[in-house]
């Protein structure tokens, strides 16, 4: 994307600003003195522009070394001269704001106050807290702060979540300036670039470090890292001011070290905090995650400022965030009562926040756009726009911005289409329309409907011929509004009048209050329909969307060209097993159903996809069905329910079983269990909270081949007999098969007193755990955790834990090898509450 | 150390205590001086490998109780290391392939290439074959088993098989048609009564033979348990009561709790706490189609007659699935599903 803002950019006749901000690629930005700036923008009318890193502040580009950035998207309008810095939009003449019109919405209307983000409140609070914490804290050594260290912080959640927007917004209203670590990039590429710009390099204002690139390039990816940690913790970002152009710009070029402009410490130029912020996590290799580790260790330890990570979850569970944080990083240091690193981790982003959002994005884009390039979308085009992009602000954005994109195309078409069918008869094809909005309506609103549709389309005649462009109230200051309407059917066939689109109490500030009660029934009436016309009106372009909250309804209903702008969502495995152990169906059968001759036999509608459900769950087959059947009994009330259902679990594990027609027969498996199981829920056990759990299989199988492996080299491996016995004798354990051995000889063997066996301390102790039977509780299994995907949690056998574990068998007894699978998570989610989607939380209700 | 079991057991075949008539065949058959591929099966505990051990010191005299055990690596195609323990005198090599898991077509070919590529040093006086004794054949994969095929006809000259397996089903038909088949019945309860008394007499004890009838049927017609078990008690109390507990394995305890939980409540609950004592007993390496056995025999005891043809056809139908599929656990628990609604009807019909 930030390739993109780019090459726009350089489209751009570009002014001195602007150009500056794509020549400095390098290195720190003096963003304090920018933010600055943007915060006194309005009250200064000097043209002070040249400092700041523009629009592409919210771009994460990729050239830059290290970048550091204003926190807020106001930086741009603080290069407009004299416009708001709260409302970027509304200088259209400047030429930022024309550079800021290319760039995506997403960029351009970022959030700047915490009340715009989509971030739960208490997590603000929380990250906030933190970071007053650790600002205050700043230039004290870890050592000297009563034992909380607040250096490191970890933010985890999902793509789209929030939370580089919560960190840049609260860098603005908490004052403290960003610097933010960039990967290095390839030696060559980054000359031909240099060369590409040396003139703007030159006169760069920011931007006064060129690093040793050629040394760079040859450094390891830690090494530059902990450099970067460790130059942003002794040097402060240099400030300059656009007119100190030449004077700084001579410091570029230094080798390694940031030019230090405001050496001493108290003295930094904007006295703001400073915060490290880590997004881009280093490329890094296996073999240097211990190295890793060290420098987050000592940035724990010994950073003055403190650093924040932010990691985005992927399908993949949270390996990435395992591998760079493993729980020895994470843990409490002796003496201290804090973690040293603090972990916060954010959901998915709720239905309502993204309507919110979006809803946000829109009227900004409104009021900065002319009139044509923006459509007015209605509520339940919104809701469907949040509900296709899983709980990111980012895709929903971006949904919005290509839908509005899609309707500016199809309006000017219908323009062009209006103009031609002037005089073509228009008929009310209302009988032709499909009825597929999940509202049954009767056929008398139909009949109105279709009046109204005559009716309006000699109106929009009459309307666009009156207005002939498109401006049509003078009255409206900022929200115009475009007064075509579609005289085809086929773009939008179910169109009707939305009735309840004046619940947004922003439009009602704009609306006249009696257009709200006409509309409320009275569809037909010509007064209420051409009001609903009038500025400030939304006017409905999609189906109307009965009950946004239920999903499948919902996108059966959004029009496709919603749907080709969702995010390709996939289901975390917790939901997935959710939609189908809790199988909601509707209120009664299909019509194919009905042909069923047994009562018994007939299932009313299932209102999920199996096949769906477990297209868009990326595990494998056998992994989901080892989920199914781990969880499957607790949402069933009746015993003969359960057995027909362990049937179908029995079957599908036999699809499983042969080798030889795994591959082809392995998602039948998991579609005959997902099926069965919802198929033979009669009587669903009573909704209520139930947690997932791992499958039990792989630990049991751990265990068994722990055990196993431990007899081995206890009983049958020549050396571990070397005490007391004749090597190379052998003993009844080996003439047995192991299956005898374990099944009769073992349990009997450990209770003879060990003089009588001549069996070692070692091989006693593990006769003894061995012969020792728990009562299965569900305690100790391992909960699946809301995020969490697929992952077996199987370490690699690897020998050197099979000596360890037989030696602890050895010398501490009868404990069995413990499974720790579960306790690595436990940090993040104990003080966040589970946050789910909505459809979820109807579920689990 | 000296387990009874081991002390003694019988190293010739004059001394073994039952299946005389057995005995006399095999001495028969050593002594013709032809000696075919064998395959003996019968059900554990029977005295397969101890009759087989008799059968070989018959062959070539007592040098064949000098054991020793043998590390083995194997190469398998992707270089991995293959680990097999094998025991070996020196006319005869015993090894169990199925350790090897998949791999075991490779562990039988290179075994028997190698012992059949060496002929025996002295033929005149001794036999002009070696033997392998391969166990648990009834494990193998069909690859294997078809690579056993092709060698026992290749090396039928310097070396005979003595294959042991509980059940010839799951052995191919070209393998059953190229040996003997020497079928190994279990002891009679009476016959292993003779031989704990037998064992009680060398030891110096006394026991009742009413005692001795109650271990020998506990014990499943299997002789090792029965021995055991024997021992068993008398390290736990000497001299016996008559109302002293046999000594059963733990997990066998553990399947016979899980049953009076299966019979006590018929509840989704129950079939989860059910399941959790599955798990601890797959944990602790004890075969699912052996859990599924011994639970159906524990259950067979305590319910009505009318149950018991549907629970065996059941028990049967389960084991079977579980064979051919991937995770035991989901046939456990589907057999125990349709036990405990099978029982709870009948419990309803009964007007409980």
């Not at chain 1, 973690?339 to 919110?356: D, G």
């Not at chain 1, 061995?770 to 995020?787: M, P, Q, S, V, Y």
């Not at chain 1, 069995?816 to 690595?824: A, G, M, N, R």
Request: hydrophobic residues 40%; neutral net charge.
């Amino acid at each position: 994307m930030s390739s993109v803002v780019d090459m726009l950019r350089r489209q751009q006749p570009r002014p001195a600003a602007t150009s500056s901000t794509a020549a400095a690629p390098d290195v720190v930005v003096p963003s304090s003195v920018a933010s600055a700036i943007a915060r006194e923008a309005p009250a200064d009318p000097a043209p002070r522009a040249t400092t700041t890193t523009a629009a592409a502040t919210h771009a994460r580009s990729s050239q830059p070394k290290a970048r550091s950035s204003t926190p807020s998207s106001s930086s741009a309008a603080a290069s407009s001269s004299s416009s708001a810095a709260s409302d970027p939009a509304q200088s259209p003449l400047s030429a930022n704001a024309a550079l800021l019109a290319t760039l995506p919405w997403v960029e351009r209307f970022a959030p700047v106050a915490a009340a715009e983000l989509c971030v739960h409140k208490k997590r603000i609070e929380e990250v906030e807290a933190w970071i007053q914490i650790a600002i205050q804290q700043a230039g004290r050594r870890a050592g000297a702060t009563n034992g909380k260290a607040h250096k490191v912080l970890l933010l985890t959640g999902p793509p789209g979540a929030g939370k580089t927007a919560l960190i840049r917004s609260l860098a603005s209203s908490l004052r403290f300036e960003i610097c933010e670590w960039v990967n290095p990039v390839r030696e060559s590429w980054k000359h031909s670039m240099a060369s590409a710009s040396t003139a703007a390099m030159l006169s760069a204002s920011g931007t006064s470090e060129e690093r040793a690139s050629n040394q760079e390039a040859n450094l390891s990816t830690v090494v530059a890292f902990q450099e970067f940690l460790g130059r942003s913790d002794r040097y402060n970002t240099v400030a300059v001011e656009a007119n100190q152009t030449s004077t700084t710009s001579s410091n570029a070029g230094l080798l390694g070290v940031l030019p230090t402009v405001g050496q001493a410490d108290g003295s930094s130029p904007s006295n703001l905090g400073k915060v490290i912020l880590v997004e881009d996590m280093p490329h890094l290799v296996p073999s240097q995650y211990a190295s890793f580790h060290d420098v987050v260790r000592n940035a724990a330890a010994h950073a003055r400022y403190p650093v924040i990570f932010i990691i985005s979850d992927t399908r993949n569970g949270e390996s990435e965030v395992r591998n760079l944080f493993p729980l020895d990083v994470l843990e409490t240091l002796p003496g201290y009562n804090a973690p040293r690193v603090h972990r916060i981790s954010f959901n998915a982003v709720s239905q309502t926040a993204l309507v919110k959002a979006i809803t946000r994005v829109h009227q900004l884009a409104l009021r900065s756009s002319s009139i044509l390039e923006v459509p007015q979308l209605d509520k339940s085009e919104i809701a469907t726009l949040a509900l296709t992009s899983s709980g990111d602000v980012r895709a929903a954005i971006n949904a919005l911005q290509f839908y509005c994109l899609e309707q500016k195309v199809l309006q000017r078409r219908r323009f062009a289409e209006m103009e031609t069918s002037k005089t073509r008869q228009v008929e009310p094809n209302s009988n032709g329309r499909s009825t597929s909005t999940g509202t049954k309506r009767s056929l008398q609103e139909e009949n109105a409907s279709s009046e109204v549709r005559l009716d309006r389309h000699s109106k929009v005649r009459i309307i666009t011929r009156k207005s002939g462009g498109a401006k049509f109230s003078p009255d409206s200051d900022a929200e115009d509004c475009v007064v075509i309407d579609d005289s085809d059917d086929e773009t939008t066939q179910d169109f009707i009048p939305a009735r309840k689109i004046d619940d947004n109490p922003e439009d009602q500030s704009t609306l006249d209050g009696s257009d709200d009660d006409a509309s409320g029934d009275n569809e037909s009436t010509e007064p209420g329909w051409l009001k609903r016309n009038a500025p400030g009106a939304r006017r409905p372009l999609a189906k109307q969307i009965p009950d946004a909250k239920d999903l499948s309804v919902a996108v059966v209903a959004a029009p496709t060209s919603l749907l080709a702008t969702g995010r390709d969502t996939s289901l975390f495995l917790f939901h997935a097993l959710g939609k189908i152990l809790n199988c909601k169906r509707g209120p009664a059968c299909l019509p194919m159903e009905e042909l069923l001759t047994t009562e018994s036999n007939r299932r009313r509608e299932l209102l999920m996809n199996p096949e769906e459900v477990i297209d868009q769950t990326h595990v494998s087959p056998e992994l989901f069905v080892a989920y199914l059947h781990q969880n499957y009994s607790e949402f069933y009330a009746d015993l003969d329910d359960i057995s027909h259902a362990a049937d179908h679990l029995s079957d599908a594990d036999l699809l499983l079983g042969g080798w030889r027609n795994k591959d082809s027969l392995q998602s039948h498996a998991s579609l005959v269990a997902a099926r069965g199981i919802a198929y033979e829920r009669q009587h669903p056990a009573p909704q209520s909270w139930r947690p997932l759990h791992k499958p039990e299989w792989f630990a049991s199988v751990r265990a068994q081949r722990t055990s196993r492996d431990t007899f081995r080299s206890l009983f049958l491996v020549p050396r571990a007999l070397s005490q007391g016995l004749d090597a190379d004798s052998p003993t009844p354990f080996h003439m047995l098969p192991v299956r005898s051995v374990i099944t009769e000889l073992l349990p009997i063997v450990g209770r003879f007193p060990a003089p009588r066996t001549g069996l070692n301390p070692r091989q006693m102790s593990f006769l003894h755990f061995f012969a020792r039977f728990t009562t299965g509780g569900r305690a100790t299994i391992a909960k699946l955790d809301e995020n969490d995907n697929d992952e077996r949690d199987e370490p690699p056998v690897d020998p050197t834990a099979l000596v360890a574990a037989s030696s602890s068998l050895a010398s501490a007894p009868a404990i069995p090898p413990p499974i720790t699978e579960s306790s690595t998570r436990q940090t993040a989610t104990v003080n966040a509450p589970l946050y789910m989607l909505d459809d979820d939380i109807e579920e689990f209700d | 150390m000296a387990l009874w079991v081991d002390k003694y057991r019988p190293t010739n075949l004059d001394k073994l205590d039952y299946n005389l008539t057995l005995s006399k065949q095999l001495k028969h058959l050593v002594s013709a001086g032809d000696f075919p591929h064998m395959m003996v099966y019968g059900p554990p505990g029977a005295g397969k490998k101890t009759r087989v051990m008799c059968l070989l010191r018959e062959l070539y005299g007592p040098g064949v109780e000098k054991l020793k055990v043998e590390h083995r690596t194997f190469k398998t195609p992707s270089d991995a290391k293959l680990e097999i323990i094998t025991i070996a005198s020196n006319y005869h090599i015993e090894l169990n392939p199925s350790d090897a898991g998949t791999q075991d077509r490779l562990v039988v070919q290179d075994i028997l290439k190698e012992i059949a590529s060496s002929h025996q040093l002295d033929t005149q006086t001794q036999r002009s074959f070696k033997v392998v004794v391969l166990t648990e054949v009834d494990k193998l994969s069909k690859d294997a088993q078809h690579a056993l095929r092709r060698t026992m006809e290749l090396y039928v000259s310097t070396c005979r098989l003595i294959l042991l397996c509980n059940s010839t089903s799951k052995v191919l038909s070209p393998i059953r048609s190229r040996c003997l088949g020497i079928r190994i019945p279990a002891p009679t309860v009476p016959e292993i009564v003779t031989v704990l008394q037998s064992i009680a007499r060398k030891e110096g004890i006394s026991v009742s033979g009413d005692f001795a009838t109650r271990i020998a049927e506990s014990s499943d017609r299997n002789l090792r348990k029965a021995i055991l078990s024997f021992e068993a008690c008398r390290v736990q109390q000497y001299p016996f009561v008559s109302n002293q507990p046999i000594q059963k394995a733990d997990w066998e305890v553990y399947v016979e709790q899980t049953a009076s939980e299966i019979l006590g409540e018929q509840s989704p609950k129950c079939l989860l706490a059910v399941r959790g004592r599955m798990y601890e007993l797959l944990s602790h390496c004890i075969p699912a189609d052996i859990i599924i056995k011994s639970l159906t025999n524990v259950l067979l005891r305590s319910i009505d007659r009318s149950l018991k043809i549907e629970l065996v056809q059941w028990a049967a139908t389960y084991e079977h699935r579980l064979q051919l599929g991937s995770k035991p656990i989901f046939h456990l628990e589907a057999f125990v599903a349709k036990f405990m609604s099978l029982y709870k009807r009948y419990r309803l019909n009964l007007g409980y």
